[in-house]
């Protein structure tokens, strides 16, 4: 694929499995929270209970939807007002509980072969990210391989939207189909890119078998494939 001159990562289940980590982090943030809170105002916390309050902010403040960090705090903020807590009371907790959950969060697990993967890569391509998650890519051991990072938070509407995807090409200058596009989401990744004229590459972390066709130029199931597609001719 000589015509290629970057890439562009998706990083959640893409660079990394992420349920497990965002587990281990609001475990975390809940052990903290009791530490610091009356046992009353923890009562019946759990992640069940943590997400039901979250929908809840999410379809009174349907524009905070993609912003994760927002949404975590107005979480937690009404989880301790519902629960007695005076307003400045429940945003100090829901700093401290969300320090607790971001810190734990950057803990991820690359998938095999990441890591010699993109320093392959990092050698030939620039390299960049797009994602609708808060990890923050550049404070983590991979981000040395990586120019730039690209959270939704910080833009209008998250991935399918096009929005992100052009600052990237804008940052990287160039052209859509002078860019590869790695991502596990049909949707958000695959579509999302494909819309713009980027090459796309679905990886399929899941073994997901989906029903229809998958509309990317290419499928793995290990990022060391990258490597062979790279080689292959436009």
Partial sequence: MKSIRALTFD???????????????????????????????????????????????????????????????????????????????????????????????????????????????????????????NADLMAMPLGQYFQFSLQSQHFPKPKPDPVMFKEALRRLAIQPNQCLHIGDDIEHDVMGANRLGIRTVWFNTRAQVPEDNVPADHTITNLKQLLDILKSPD
Avoid: C
């Avoid at 990394?16 to 475990?27: F, G, P, Q, V």
């Avoid at 969060?105 to 960049?128: G, H, S």
């Fill in 11 to 133: 990083l959640d289940n893409t660079l990394w499995e992420t349920d497990l980590s965002i587990l281990k982090a609001e475990d975390a943030m809940a052990a903290h929270l009791r530490r610091l809170s009356p046992p009353a105002w923890m009562e019946g916390f759990n992640l069940d209970t943590f997400r039901a309050v979250r929908k809840q902010v999410v379809e009174e403040q349907p524009a905070i939807a993609h912003n994760l960090t927002v949404v975590r705090r107005e979480t937690l903020i009404r989880w301790f007002e519902n629960h007695g807590a005076t307003k400045s009371i429940a945003e100090e907790l829901a700093s401290e509980g969300f320090r607790m959950f971001y810190e734990e969060r950057q803990k991820v697990e690359p998938y095999p072969d990441t890591v010699e993967t993109l320093e392959i890569l990092a050698k030939t391509y620039p390299l960049a990210a797009i994602t609708n998650g």
